[in-house]
């Protein structure tokens, strides 16, 4: 299983970026899949999810009407479209195969995850 993030840099406050996953060695379609971030100093924070069939999606509020998660299941990759960006959306962000059992919980409990991207917002 590999998990390839990439999209991630430094943006200005109010800017857009999308950030892609890249999945290989196992079937995509039959997983959720959640995007994760850690800002610095702080633990790992749920971002979204997204079900199998990319009809059901959630969103931490933080990030409501924002950011949109999307898959593309013919490509085996997991998309987090993310606009009116803020400082405080600065992190690592981590592509894993799954849903949470928490939204509170971290990056353990998934069983895979990828290296992460980064995300800088700052003027």
């Known amino acids: 299983v590999q998990l390839v993030e990439s999209g991630g840099g430094m943006v200005q406050p109010g800017g857009s970026l999308r950030l892609s996953c890249a999945a290989s060695?196992?079937?995509?379609?039959?997983?959720?899949m959640s995007w994760v971030r850690q800002a610095p100093g702080k633990g790992p924070e749920w971002v979204s999810t997204?079900?199998?069939?990319?009809?059901?999606?959630y969103y931490t509020d933080a990030v409501k009407g924002r950011f949109t998660i999307s898959r593309d299941n013919a490509k085996n990759t997991v998309y987090l479209q993310m606009s009116s960006l803020k400082p405080e959306d600065t992190a690592l962000y981590y592509c894993?195969?799954?849903?949470?059992?928490?939204?509170?919980?971290?990056?353990?409990?998934?069983?895979?995850y990828g290296q992460g991207t980064q995300v800088t917002v700052s003027s």
């Open positions: 060695g196992f079937t995509f379609s039959r997983y959720d």
């Open positions: 894993a195969r799954g849903s949470p059992m928490s939204t509170m919980g971290g990056l353990n409990q998934y069983d895979y």
């Open positions: 997204i079900k199998t069939s990319g009809g059901n999606t």
